[in-house]
Structures are given as C-alpha cells and as structure tokens.
C-alpha cells in the first residue's frame, strides 16, 4: 500500500509536469525569451507537481504508518525490546521513507524537466509526447457510421506556389533593402527544417537602428526563423551578436535578442507581478527596473493597466502591453511575430511610431502580413523563395 501511494505521487507528479510544459508552453517559451533559465521558466509546474504527488504520497503514508505501526510495535515488544525503543524505530523508518520518496519525486520532475529541453535550454518537442486524452464527443459522434451520400462540394483554392511544392528547400532573401548606417548587432547564417521536413537556410545581417521585415504566407516558417533567431527552438547555426559569437551563454543570447509571441499566452497574474519576475531571473541581475509605465501611454494604454490580469486584457492590449514590457527591456535585438496582428489601424500606427523612434544601438526583426507597413516601417523586406 506505501507502495502503491508512493507511486501513484510519482505518476500524479510526471502527468502534473507534463500537463504544465505542453499547457503552458507559450507561458514557458515567454519566460524563456526574457533570459529565464529552463528551470526558472518551469519553476510553477514544478511546484505543481510537487505539491500534487507529496499531497496523496504523505497522506498515504500517514495512513500506512497509522495503521501498521502500533502493529509493528507490538511485535516488536513481544519479541523484548523495550517500548520506547520499538517507537522511536517506527519513527525513525517513517521518516527515511518520506525523505527517499521525496528525494524520488525531485529527481523524477528533474528528470522531466531536462527531457522537454535540449542541453541549451530549448524547446524539444520530440522528446515528451502529450498524454494522449479519450475524446469522448468524438467517440459519440455517431454520424461517421452513416456516412452522408450527398457530397457538399469542396472550394478549391488554388495553393500557394510556395506551400504547394512542399518538399524543395527554401531560401530567405532580400526584396528590398535600405542601406543602414549603424553597426553590425547580429549576423547569423542558420539551417534547419520548417515543419520537421522542409529545409530552410538564412544568411542575414542587421545593423542597429534597422528594421528587418520578413514576409510569406501563413506557414511557410516565418515563426520558425524568428524563435531560431532567438535561440528558442534548435536550427544549426552560426551566430554573433555585437561581433560575439558561440561564446555567448543561451539564457543572455536570449534576454538580448527577444522574441515576442504571436499569440496571446496564458499568463498568471497581472502585468505588474510579470514584470516583478522578469527583473528577478538571473539573467536580469544587477539591471536597473524596468520603466514600463512611461511607455504605455505612447501605445494608448493606461498605467492602471499594468494591476488588471492578463485574463482581463483584450488581445489588443495584451499585444500592446507585451510590447511595452519588451521594449523597456531594451534587447539588443527585439524579434517580433506579428506585432499589431491584433491592434486597430490607430493602435497599430502608433506601435509603428515607436519601432521608428529607437536609436542605432539595437535593431528589429518582424514578420508581418502587411505589405505596407513593411514600407512604413522597415529598413528591407525579406521573403521566401524556392532554391532551384
Ligand atoms: N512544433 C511543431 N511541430 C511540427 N510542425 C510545426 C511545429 N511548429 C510549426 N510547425 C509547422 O511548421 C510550419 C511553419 O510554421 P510557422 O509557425 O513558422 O509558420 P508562419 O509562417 O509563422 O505562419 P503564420 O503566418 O500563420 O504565423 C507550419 O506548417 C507548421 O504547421
């Protein structure tokens, strides 16, 4: 029975574990992408998990210890020994089975936390699979058993020449370019695959002060590039920021080259406690607090903003406020998917003006859908090409 609660902590442990990296991925990559460490950036899950398997586990054992001890006892002062020596005994075995389960569960959530990251602290997708769930609304859909005859007929679109011949290797390449003034902030030539089959190659340098656009339909890898940029996910690479190369640790690579979710992520708490635990990640150490408040009323927000929970802020303002917290990091780099993808045409212009009014010393990367923006905004235009 200690056994069996003991084992079923663990396994309440793994699918906490699991369940928080795969749920909470973008939460994850967010605080990743502002120098978190792996295990800075699971931390929440793994106290989860904990606290879900050290819960049944203890209980278990109180339950065990509480039954078979005065049992043990017994026998134990009808074979001589004393009664007080009999009990301090129980205690003592109780005690060293609490500590070993619990030594057991750190090194089994360790485990699992190192097998969702490659040795650079990245993503590694291919290492845990999701638990596989019973769906039972698609159990009782009835209708794939009686097939209707009518056919619906399909819209044929026709597909993009890009995403239609899906196995040739594609290239990024200039359209248009700019001539920049500032120094050189990043120069990478990366490889890798889009969608785990496509392989894609980058060559690009970005001098401060430059804004770099990068165009292609939806799903040809323009996500891909960006979290490669950023060290997020594993791409080969050859890579210098400020003309430093390899020797540049993942979690300050990171912190200086930013990457900005597309999509809204499931943050806990507010805006406020966000900005609270990204000055306390090690990577941030010794830097002065981030003036995010002054920024929020170029972009249309207010500072209250900053106290409401995320869960309360509209995609708009959750961009926007996402937007000003980067900024006020001041990365070297800022890598942004989609920046205005939820804003307004007004909003949308002044989140603009604010990527035009940096200075030389730090550079932008964005993808976009907006042709036109990519002209307001940007310094050249990159998109996708087939290599022949
Ligand atoms: N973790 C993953 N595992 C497998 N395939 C993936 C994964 N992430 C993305 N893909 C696939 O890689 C391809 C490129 O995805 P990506 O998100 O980079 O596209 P995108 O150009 O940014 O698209 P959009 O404009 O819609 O945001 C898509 O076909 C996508 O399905």
């Known amino acids: 029975m200690l056994i069996n609660n003991s084992l079923s902590g663990v396994a309440l442990?793994?699918?906490?574990?699991?369940?928080?990296?795969?749920?909470?991925?973008?939460?994850?990559?967010?605080?990743?992408?502002?120098?978190?460490?792996?295990?800075?950036?699971?931390?929440?899950?793994?106290v989860k998990s904990v606290q879900a398997a050290l819960i049944p586990a203890i209980n278990g054992m109180n339950v065990v210890g509480l039954v078979s001890i005065p049992g043990m006892m017994t026998g134990q002062i009808l074979g001589g020994a004393p009664p007080m020596k009999a009990a301090k005994y129980q205690i003592v075995i109780t005690f060293l089975i609490s500590g070993s389960s619990f030594a057991a569960l750190c090194l089994i959530c360790a485990f699992t936390i190192q097998a969702f990251f490659d040795h650079q602290g990245r993503h590694d997708d291919s290492?845990?699979?999701?638990?596989?769930?019973?769906?039972?609304?698609?159990?009782l859909d009835l209708s794939r058993l009686c097939p209707s005859k009518t056919k619906v007929p399909q819209a044929t679109v026709a597909a993009t020449p890009l995403l239609a011949d899906s196995a040739s290797p594609l290239v990024l390449q200039p359209s248009w370019e700019k001539p920049g003034e500032g120094d050189v902030i990043l120069d990478l030539s990366l490889e890798g695959l889009v969608g785990k089959l496509r392989p894609l190659k980058v060559q690009l340098k970005v001098r401060g002060g430059q804004v770099l656009c990068l165009m292609g339909p939806s799903g040809v890898g323009k996500s891909t590039i960006l979290k490669w940029i950023a060290d997020?996910?594993?791409?080969?690479?050859?890579?210098?920021?400020?003309?430093?190369?390899?020797?540049?640790?993942?979690?300050?690579?990171?912190?200086?080259?930013?990457?900005?979710?597309q999509i809204k992520a499931p943050l806990p708490g507010t805006p406020a406690t966000f900005i609270q635990a990204v000055e306390k990640l090690q990577a941030n150490a010794g830097r002065p607090p981030l003036q995010v408040a002054p920024l929020l009323q170029s972009i249309g927000l207010e500072e209250s903003m900053l106290e409401?929970?995320?869960?309360?802020l509209s995609g708009g303002e959750n961009q926007r406020m996402m937007f000003a917290i980067a900024m006020a990091t001041a990365p070297a780099c800022l890598v942004l998917d989609e920046p205005t993808s939820a804003l307004?045409?007004?909003?949308?212009?002044?989140?603009?003006e604010m990527l035009k009014k940096r200075g030389n010393d730090s550079c932008i990367i964005m993808a976009t859908h907006d042709a036109q923006q990519a002209e307001r905004v940007g310094s050249s235009l990159w998109t996708f090409s087939v290599t022949p």
């Open 127 to 139: 290492e845990v699979k999701p638990q596989s769930r019973l769906n039972i609304a698609k159990l």
């Open 232 to 261: 997020l996910t594993s791409s080969q690479s050859s890579r210098s920021l400020r003309g430093q190369s390899e020797t540049i640790m993942p979690q300050r690579w990171r912190r200086e080259v930013l990457y900005l979710h």
């Open 308 to 312: 409401r929970p995320w869960s309360e």
């Open 13 to 46: 442990a793994l699918n906490a574990m699991i369940d928080h990296l795969y749920n909470h991925k973008e939460q994850v990559e967010v605080l990743l992408a502002f120098g978190a460490s792996p295990w800075e950036a699971a931390w929440p899950g793994f």
């Open 344 to 352: 307004d045409e007004a909003s949308k212009l002044l989140v603009e």
